[in-house]
């Protein structure tokens, strides 16, 4: 996977800028200009992330772990007085254990980020060579589209209906729900961005950055981000009205993408029950980590339409039956 990981996300990249080329070669544009303008916004938008969002997005990571402590520790003094507010539901010495819990996290927490900073230079040259890798794949793969789709089929049967069937289905709602994705990404980082500054959170674009990137996740991505939302804004302020309207806030922007957005870019494109989300989420997460998470609406996506494609058992009789009555003649014959 590590190995392969810069052809993966050329792939994903292409496959994203290919709506955008197929757009400009509706409006009459050849392929070729159309690929290079495509790409020439893409690299443009890449080079900025990487000189500006990333730096940004760094510098606030940084800032908040050197706060952790404190926070932990205005943590533990806000734990200890459970016991004596609430002695019949809490005890000193579950709240102890609990706080005890945390310390040894927090140590296990910072061995792992010091030794991260050991292997940065490792990680310096590996991501220096996907900045140049990734950008040349994703052109190479737009300009050649046709070339590789076809060396590709070269190694498939000639007669292919049900994997041909499979595939337009797959292909209609995979590409439609990933770019589709791609924009509530980006809609809900810019208004979380814009109204967290507004209301003065502290790490506007990293909570921001975490809640576009938690639409990912249906339904579990929002509930792990208010957590660090909540936190930091508990902790700014304390309990006081600000800290009230962050949180509404919050659940406004998730409200509005679950019950407009959503509706509004995707529609019938994914027709999966929230029950089979869920649990494609929790299968391919438990199977592929992150990555499994990351792709689990398209891999349920193409559960569904192999399941869709696949002959009923009477459709199997049919056909077990007309090659009977094919093969009878050949045998006269």
């Known amino acids: 996977g590590k190995l392969l990981a810069p052809l993966i996300a050329s792939v994903i990249i292409a496959y994203l800028l290919e ?15 159309a690929v290079l303008l495509v790409f ?15 730096p940004l997005l760094i510098q606030q990571l940084t800032q908040l772990f050197r706060e952790v402590p404190t926070m932990i520790s ?38 792992r980020v010091v030794m991260l900073s050991l292997t940065s230079a490792v990680h310096l040259v590996t991501f220096l060579v996907y900045l140049i ?25 000639r007669h292919r209906p049900l994997v041909n069937l499979v595939w337009e289905d797959v ?18 980082w810019v208004v979380s961005y814009i109204t967290f ?12 950055f975490l809640v576009g990137i938690s639409v990912i996740i249906p ?8 957590i660090p939302v909540a936190a930091v804004a508990y902790f700014q302020f304390g309990i006081v009205p600000q800290f009230w309207y962050v949180l509404i806030a919050y659940l406004v922007i998730q409200f509005l993408d679950g019950n407009v957005l959503v509706p509004l870019l995707f529609s019938e494109v994914v027709n999966l029950h929230p029950v089979a989300i869920i649990a494609a989420v929790i299968v ?12 689990a609406i398209p891999l349920a996506t193409l559960v569904a339409a192999v399941i869709k494609a696949w002959p009923s058992p009477s459709e199997q009789r049919d056909l077990a039956a007309n090659k009977t009555d094919d093969e009878a003649p050949a045998e006269q014959a």
């Open 197 to 208: 500054s507004l209301l003065g959170l502290q790490y506007a674009m990293l909570l921001s």
């Open 19 to 33: 709506g955008a080329v197929r757009k400009l070669q509706s409006w009459h544009l050849p392929r070729l200009p």
């Open 133 to 157: 890798l990734v950008p040349l794949l994703v052109f190479f793969m737009l300009k050649d589209k046709e070339a590789i789709i076809g060396w590709v089929l070269s190694f498939l049967p």
């Open 74 to 111: 205005k943590g533990q003094e806000l734990l200890l007085q459970l016991p004596e507010r609430y002695p019949q539901l809490v005890s000193e010495e579950q709240v102890r254990e609990v706080i005890a819990m945390i310390r040894t996290e927090s140590a296990a927490m910072g061995q």
């Open 40 to 54: 020439t916004i893409f690299l443009s938008l890449f080079i900025a992330a990487i000189f500006l969002l990333v």
């Open 284 to 295: 391919f997460g438990g199977l592929w980590g992150i990555w499994g998470v990351f792709f």
């Open 171 to 188: 292909n209609a709602g995979i590409g439609s729900y990933v770019r589709g994705k791609f924009v509530e990404i980006l809609i809900v």
């Open 219 to 226: 339904y579990i991505g929002a509930a792990v981000v208010t």
